[in-house]
């Protein structure tokens, strides 16, 4: 079971099944009230992320500062102060697993949830560097209308972004 929240206010529950089957239309009548569709969705699996939950939207926010984003919070079944340590707001989307399902099903769900034009999927522990966000995105938009490039720009860019995070032995 989920608790799809916005602004601090939950929304409602629903059944995440092993298979995490949500049908779109469920999701975008939950979330009629809200703002139109930005352009980018930020989606983030959380499991017992307290340390690093605030300093990962403090970093998401600043470097999508001036752009049209929310951030897709998934917490999976944390046993911590993840949640209670998230920062709402009205570019915040909640979406908490009772229990642990694992990333797959946590990614599944926010993906479904999001409503940008862009998904981006990054890990909360802080292993993806946000930074590299707007550059992917300006890859995107770049190469629009030759996907097969713009995906081989966009994977030659994390493949590097990786050695930046993880120092040579």
Same mark, same amino acid.
């Given at each position: ?40 969705? =930020?989606? &983030? ?6 340390? /690093? ?8 926010? %600043?470097? #999508? ?52 034009? =862009?998904? &981006? ?6 292993? /993806? ?8 995105? %300006?890859? #995107? ?29």
């Amino acid at each position: 079971v989920a608790r799809i929240m916005h602004a601090g206010n939950e929304v409602r529950w629903l059944k995440i099944f092993a298979a995490t089957i949500i049908e779109r239309p469920t999701f975008d009548a939950l979330f009629a009230s809200m703002p139109s569709s930005p352009a980018i969705s =930020v989606v &983030v699996p959380l499991y017992n992320e307290e340390d /690093n939950v605030v300093e990962m939207q403090q970093q998401i926010d %600043k470097v #999508l500062s001036g752009r049209d984003y929310e951030l897709v919070l998934v917490d999976d079944g944390s046993k911590d102060q993840t949640l209670a340590r998230v920062q709402r707001g009205d570019r915040v989307r909640v979406l908490v697993f009772e229990k642990n399902s694992g990333q797959s099903a946590a990614m599944h769900a926010g993906i479904h949830a999001a409503r940008g034009e =862009v998904i &981006v999927m990054i890990d909360g522990d802080l292993q /993806n560097d946000p930074k590299d966000i707007p550059a992917l995105v %300006k890859k #995107l938009e770049a190469a629009a209308g030759d996907r097969a490039n713009a995906l081989a720009d966009v994977r030659a860019l994390v493949a590097g972004s990786i050695w930046k995070l993880v120092p040579p032995a």
